[in-house]
């Protein structure tokens, strides 16, 4: 006796995996391109605040550093909130907070103002990387995840490559306060989408198969693919790849040095990072005497390379290294402080000028990753929200720090290559703390 067809295409339809992750991880790019864009466009109307405003470098800087000051604080506090909340609603009321925040930014009257809501600005996006890392980390099973991180990842790149451009031509247009008006509507609008599309887990989608379900969760079973766990030689011995005790409790999240050590290392490359999205369109502009129209072009450069490098970062930590996350983090170090020195002697024409500062966005972003990825190989899926929090907070404080001291090099010499001399040293210090951390190995 044969079965209903209904029956059959019942059958058929749970056996099916489904691919409902790569949709959810679509939403956190678009999500974290709204993110980006919308602190990131500071750097652009800088130079029209600091004439209007009559500031100093100093004072710009901290335009900017404020920011990532209420970035970090929320941080910790938002992965406590996520691990009893979840991330749907969070992402949600947190995407609409920093959109309003954004537009208010185009009514201040003076820097103080100004500074002030950057500092919430900072506060209100504070919750959302924390929770792009948890969703991902929920949804996507550990040979996938760096690749996924990857691809969150280069959203971070993707935003400055268009924002110069856009920011730029609307401030030129229509004066710098409008930068602020139009950025902030995007974010209403993917706040609502997002809230609508994703769930905290997989498990609480219907659109997720049971097919597809298993699919990421195999590996908390530590099924692993055939090969997946060959030795890579002295590299192993190099990176100290090794097993480790997963991280339990919340407690042991702040006494591990493997996650304080990998926060220190985000937070200098944090300074790297954040020091030349603020400072490269002043370097631009100052040093190398480009128009704005021309600056924003120019200085969309690191991003372009930064996107090729977040996503080519995250496959090879996967596929290449097999999962282990060291070796890229250690080519970011090394590679990028290389390029500071290239930055500094290359010779003024824009064609290198923009291949120069390319490259240095290509190798600061193609470890970028597994920064992220790597506390998912110390922790399970309870304790990594207060993990990433924690790597999340102190390293942004690099952004907090950075753009200031920056200011205070210039206000003191006048001299950028002082500026891209000691990014270079925070980048040699990072590789010599890196070299400190253990490769956790899987089971």
């Known amino acids: 006796m044969s079965l209903p067809e209904s029956k059959i295409s019942a059958g058929l339809a749970l056996k099916k995996k489904t691919g409902y992750r790569w949709l959810v991880l679509s939403l956190i790019f678009l999500v974290y391109i709204v993110c980006y864009a919308d602190r990131t466009n500071i750097g652009v109307v800088l130079p029209f605040i600091k004439e209007d405003f009559a500031l100093n470098n100093f004072q710009a800087g901290a335009i900017s550093s404020f920011f990532f000051l209420g970035y970090a604080c929320s941080q910790i506090p938002a992965g406590f909130l996520l691990g009893k909340k979840g991330t749907r609603g969070v992402v949600a009321l947190a995407v609409i907070a920093f959109s309003v925040v954004t537009f208010l930014l185009g009514t201040v009257s003076g820097a103080a103002l100004l500074i002030l809501l950057r500092l919430l600005l900072g506060l209100a996006e504070g919750p959302v990387p924390v929770s792009m890392s948890t969703t991902i980390n929920h949804w996507f099973p550990a040979k996938e995840k760096a690749t996924a991180t990857g691809i969150y990842i280069a959203s971070t790149q993707l935003a400055p490559i268009f924002v110069p451009i856009i920011a730029a031509a609307i401030a030129m247009s229509f004066g710098w306060r409008y930068v602020f008006y139009w950025f902030a509507i995007p974010g209403l609008v993917i706040a609502l989408v997002w809230y609508l599309v994703v769930r905290t887990k997989p498990e609480d989608s219907s659109k997720v198969s049971k097919a597809e379900l298993e699919y990421i969760r195999q590996e908390e079973v530590r099924v692993e693919a055939a090969g997946e766990q060959r030795s890579l030689g002295w590299l192993d011995k190099a990176i100290r790849y090794q097993k480790i005790e997963i991280i339990s409790t919340p407690k042991k999240v702040f006494t591990s040095w493997n996650i304080w050590g990998n926060t220190l290392t985000y937070f200098l490359m944090n300074s790297v990072l ?65 390029m500071m020195l290239v930055v500094i002697n290359i010779p003024d024409n824009a064609t290198l000028v923009s291949l120069s500062l390319g490259l240095a966005g290509f190798f600061l972003n193609i470890g970028w990753p597994a920064f992220t990825a790597y506390p998912m190989g110390l922790t399970n899926r309870n304790t990594f929200p207060v993990a990433i929090a924690t790597v999340n907070s102190g390293g942004n404080l690099g952004g907090f ?38 490769e956790p190995a899987q089971d």
């Open 401 to 438: 720090f950075s753009p200031m001291i920056v200011g205070a090099i210039l206000d003191a010499t006048g001299n950028y290559n002082i500026a891209f001399g000691f990014f270079a040293v925070l980048l040699v210090l990072g590789f010599i703390i890196i070299t400190t951390l253990k």
């Open 274 to 338: 954040y020091g030349m999205l603020t400072w490269v369109p002043m370097y631009l502009v100052n040093a190398k005497g480009y128009s704005f129209m021309k600056m924003g072009f120019v200085a969309s450069t690191p991003a372009i390379g930064g996107l090729i490098g977040a996503l080519l970062g995250g496959v090879i930590s996967d596929k290449v290294f097999l999962k282990r996350r060291k070796p890229t983090m250690l080519i970011t170090a090394i590679a990028t402080a290389i």
